[in-house]
């Protein structure tokens, strides 16, 4: 059993930058592939970004390019998500999720291919 745990929302300025921050409890971390989604009010969870476990490659949907940042640090089991020029639209809960991906290539990008989720964290962005 893996357990995460989200940190780092909040209320920030339309324009204005967040970093979250997601802790996993599990001593295979490196083993992982991580991702984040989000879910607005009324609407489905949205993958936002994903990350391999190496670290190597990196994903991200495309209304987060070139704004969002994901990384991971694995010696600390921790992933993040660097989130700058934010705007109303990025207004949700944010959900860092975990999936064992030992030697596989790609990132899954749907959420019901991941088994482990954190409780979420609110990121609200005013404009």
């Known amino acids: 059993q893996v357990q995460l745990a989200e940190s780092g929302g909040g209320l920030v300025q339309s324009g204005g930058s967040l970093r979250l921050s997601c802790a996993a409890s599990?001593?295979?971390?490196?083993?992982?592939?991580m991702a984040w989604f989000r879910q607005a009010p009324g609407e489905e969870y949205n993958f936002v970004a994903g990350i391999t476990p190496s670290g190597e490659d990196t994903y991200y949907a495309d209304s987060v390019k070139g704004r969002f940042t994901i990384s991971r640090d694995n010696a600390k089991n921790l992933v993040y998500l660097q989130m700058n020029s934010l705007n109303a639209e990025d207004t949700a809960v944010y959900y860092c999720?975990?999936?064992?991906?030992?030697?596989?290539?790609?990132?899954?990008?749907?959420?019901?291919?991941?088994?482990?989720w954190g409780q979420g964290t609110r990121v609200s962005v005013s404009s």
């Open positions: 599990t001593s295979s971390f490196s083993l992982y592939a």
């Open positions: 999720a975990a999936q064992f991906r030992p030697m596989q290539r790609g990132l899954p990008l749907a959420n019901y291919e991941y088994r482990y």
